[in-house]
């Protein structure tokens, strides 16, 4: 209800596809619907049905997120978003990311995952799966649908590892209990201990659904993938027995299909156990950079700040930064900056003019309590994750890569 806009409706399999909008965005309306079309077109290819008789849109202003439906998609999102290039894909992704929640979550989901009892709160291991791959999934459709590059996608993974692995949570939790504890975490994490000790499983979960999409593919010699494994999920659980798979359903239908156990692979959802990147990089025919690397020329302290009444508050401090290791924590008050008044230039302009290796001495104020620190300032070194194909890929890794992407 109300003064709404609906933009031109396209079929897929027969079957109306609307976009209902709410002071949509000044966007070219018919490029943008025939974009939504090829998310349309590839998402359900790779499950092979389109299981209801109409599907809508439904814009309802701008923001930021939505919410999935049997046959429908709530999205909020800006239209500046719309004024870049860069903007239009990751707009797209996420229109992708909703729509393929109709098969994944909606349909093809694990079995705490409904009937739900709304008077508590349900717990599941498998949000790794359920948001994790759904986010997997929608760089493939967006990248075989020709709306971003394959090295758009690689630089999106890219992102995604950085985000947990240099981050030190992902030394302390797994993609399985990020998965249970999100009723307490959040979907990201919580960042509001004295240490970071969570992850997110929209993250990790999509690196390790590239991982087992690339081992199923070697082990089958590129006869199978992740798709044949979301199709065997949605024609067994969902359309033959009307109910959610276990844990152990989900490993043995991926075991099965793949006709070898999986389990090292698993294990890098169970626990903290480091992955081997470049071995399973290596089998869609990608090499990944994982030595350490100083990633800013800028002198370090691992502080974030911005202005608060008349002090800087501070917002972030990174793991084991040269901030870290004197003590300081987020949700302090900077006061002082070399004994002069904290401020937003102040701080820009110290830190323009210190060289690695210099002493920066600030005022803190924590929990009412003031005290002075030095800092002896330094390099950012972390791993970059950078992803990029192989240079002499063999037959397989060759096929298995052209296949991924689309070609």
């Known amino acids: 209800m109300g003064n709404l806009e609906v933009l031109p409706a396209f079929r897929v399999s027969g079957k109306p596809h609307d976009f ?14 025939d974009n939504l079309k090829k998310i349309v077109e590839t998402g359900s290819k790779i499950i092979g049905d389109v299981p209801y008789t109409h599907y809508s849109f439904l814009y309802i202003g701008a923001g930021g997120g939505g919410i999935e ?45 409904g009937p739900f009892d709304y008077s508590k709160e349900t717990h599941t291991n498998m949000l790794w799966v359920s948001e994790g791959f759904t986010s997997y999934y929608e760089n493939s459709i967006s990248t075989r649908a020709g709306l ?23 030394l302390y939790q797994s ?26 499983y929209y993250d990790k979960g999509s690196v390790l659904g590239l991982m087992l999409d690339f081992n199923i593919r070697h082990v089958t010699q590129n006869k ?10 949605y024609n067994k659980y969902y359309k033959k027995l009307n109910r959610g798979f276990t844990e152990r359903e989900f490993q043995t239908e991926c075991e099965q299909l793949a006709g ?47 202005p608060q009444a008349d002090t800087l508050q501070i917002m972030s401090v990174d793991w084991n930064s040269p901030a870290w290791k004197q003590g300081i924590r987020i949700n302090s008050r900077l006061l002082a ?31 009412g309590e003031k005290r002075d620190v030095a800092i002896v ?21 060759k096929a298995i890569y052209d296949s991924w992407v689309g070609k």
């Open 175 to 200: 993609a399985t209990q990020a998965s249970y504890n999100t009723w307490n975490d959040g979907f990201d994490g919580s960042k509001n201990g004295e240490i970071d000790k969570t992850i997110s």
């Open 377 to 397: 300032l330094g390099k950012d070194v972390q791993r970059t994750f950078k992803i990029s194909p192989a240079a002499q890929p063999d037959a397989l890794q």
């Open 337 to 367: 900056i070399e004994g002069l008044t904290a401020t937003s230039e102040r701080f820009k302009r110290t830190f323009e003019e210190k060289k690695e290796g210099d002493t920066l001495h600030l005022t803190v104020e924590a929990k």
């Open 69 to 113: 439906h049997l046959n429908s998609a709530s999205l909020s999102f800006s239209g500046a978003r719309l004024g870049s290039a860069e903007g239009r894909k990751g707009l797209y992704n996420f229109i992708a990311h909703k729509y393929f929640h109709t098969f994944n979550v909606k349909r093809i989901r694990p079995v705490e995952l």
């Open 260 to 306: 070898v156990k999986l389990q090292e692979l698993f294990d890098y959802a169970l626990t903290v156990k480091a992955p081997d990147y470049p071995k399973y990089f290596a089998y869609g025919g990608l090499k990944i950079d994982t030595v350490s690397t100083a990633v800013y020329n800028p002198v370090w302290a691992g502080l974030g700040v911005r």
């Open 20 to 33: 209902i909008a709410y002071q949509m965005p000044a966007i070219d309306r018919q490029e943008f619907m």
């Open 148 to 170: 971003q590059t394959a090295e758009d996608m690689l630089a999106n993974f890219q992102t995604y590892i950085q985000s947990y692995e240099n981050r030190p949570g992902h």
């Open 224 to 233: 199978h993938s992740l798709d044949d494994v979301m199709r065997q999920l």
